[in-house]
């Protein structure tokens, strides 16, 4: 029997992907959750083989909670459920100890193989979204890029950026600009466009 948690942030959604997998005898639903804070602690509780994991969720995202279950419960595969198909969630959900990574719009037949093959730890990524993974190529952008980008998407000035992560203005100026350079974008609004939509925030 393969034990699955199922971490899905829309009650419907979540309800349906559990009816769905109620009907096959080698699953069973161990645990829902709808918070991204909740994710490591019910795993903890119930002993998931297959964590499935939304990946925009409310608290802690799916990327993020899938590197905390992979350090704390490696027992537990995780297969990563999004309707976002982008080349650089895939790579950071591998990069986080995800073995797999299934679209939403899957066919529920597709899914429940998915779920089987990742219980036993084998990778299972969708092909379209792997052939534009190495298309695309790697993410440019260092960790502390990428980390002020996303925070600057807020809206913030770089002095705000600059106070809130202690680093000096110029620091933080400078991060930008090479982020700017990285993505060939003309403004920080364009960067943080084009990275979001590969995925790289």
Same mark, same amino acid.
């Given at each position: ?44 509780h119930t002993r998931p083989d297959v964590a499935l994991l939304d990946?925009?969720?409310? =608290? ?24 976002? =198909?982008?080349?650089?969630?895939? +790579? ?12 939403k719009d899957a066919s529920p037949s597709v899914l429940v193989d ?31 890029? +990428? ?11 770089? =002095? ?25 974008? +003309? ?15």
């Amino acid at each position: 029997m393969i034990r699955v948690l199922i971490a899905e942030d829309q009650a419907l959604l979540r309800q349906a992907l559990a009816d769905i997998l109620a009907r096959y005898e080698d699953i069973n639903v161990v645990s829902q959750v709808g918070n991204g804070n909740e994710i490591v602690a019910a795993a903890l509780h119930t002993r998931p083989d297959v964590a499935l994991l939304d990946i925009e969720m409310p =608290g802690r995202d799916g990327l993020t909670a899938a590197g905390e279950l992979h350090d704390r419960l490696p027992s537990c595969h995780v297969l990563i459920l999004t309707v976002f =198909g982008r080349p650089g969630y895939l +790579r950071r959900a591998l990069d986080q100890g995800a073995v797999g990574f299934v679209l939403k719009d899957a066919s529920p037949s597709v899914l429940v193989d998915a779920i089987r093959r990742t219980a036993v730890g084998e990778r299972v990524i969708d092909p379209q979204l792997a052939v534009a993974t190495l298309k695309e190529g790697e993410n440019p952008l260092t960790p502390r890029e +990428r980390e002020i980008l996303a925070m600057s998407a807020s809206g913030s000035t770089a =002095g705000e950026l600059a106070r809130a992560l202690h680093l000096s203005e110029g620091t933080v100026r400078n991060h930008l600009s090479l982020a700017i350079q990285k993505l060939h974008a +003309r403004t920080r609004l364009e960067a943080i466009r084009l990275a979001q939509e590969k995925g790289w925030l």
